[in-house]
């Protein structure tokens, strides 16, 4: 039973990572998509989401089964129920990623307000803390996590220099600027978001490792 056990929680790692997979790539779609201001290319990632949300149901299903019919104890139980708010993580992701190729669909025809610059940074920020939080995960590396979570301070600072340079050097000085700037500050909000759901992982890994609660105490890393 125990080796049964093992089977079907590898085959629940493989789930995660595939998910996280799709998630990855609907990041990136979506920041290809703003840089050519591409319709077609957002569209696409407005339609991958399904993909995500099927298996975010997949996972919770064989969570709850092996929750049930193995009734895990200790490190076993933890993987479970960390797989299950990691996947709805994911999902959450998943869904800034549709956000962000929305507001790639209100800005196409227009020409863009400004060069973009640290909008794709975040974005490979955004990128680089997912697929980190997903390693630190299969692998169980600790150390990996704490890196993850210490580079969520990078990802505000990010948003934040966006936001005042939207701001401050259009928004206030040009108000015909409002609505092609208004979509890039909630891109850079979305990417920002999607690097808390990238910490969220993180800390859930280390909790699954550790049994150690770091979710606002990062003193405790």
Known sequence: MERHLDEKLQELKADILRMGSLVEHAIGASMEALKQLDRDAAEKVICSDKAVDELELSIDEKSLDLLALYQPMAVDLRFITMAMKISTDLERMADLAVDI???????????????????????????????????????????????????????????????????????????SAVSRAIPLLLIARHLERICDHATNIAEDVIYMIEAKVVKHHQERL
């Open 101 to 175: 190729a929305q507001r790639v669909l209100e800005l196409a025809g227009k020409p863009l307000l400004k060069p973009l610059v640290d909008i794709p940074q975040l974005a490979v920020l955004a990128q680089h803390m997912t697929k980190d939080a997903l390693d630190s995960f299969v692998k169980a590396d600790v150390f990996l996590a704490k890196k993850v979570i210490l580079c969520d301070k990078d990802a505000d600072s990010l948003r934040n220099k966006v936001q005042a340079e939207l701001i401050n050097d259009y928004i206030a000085k040009d108000k």
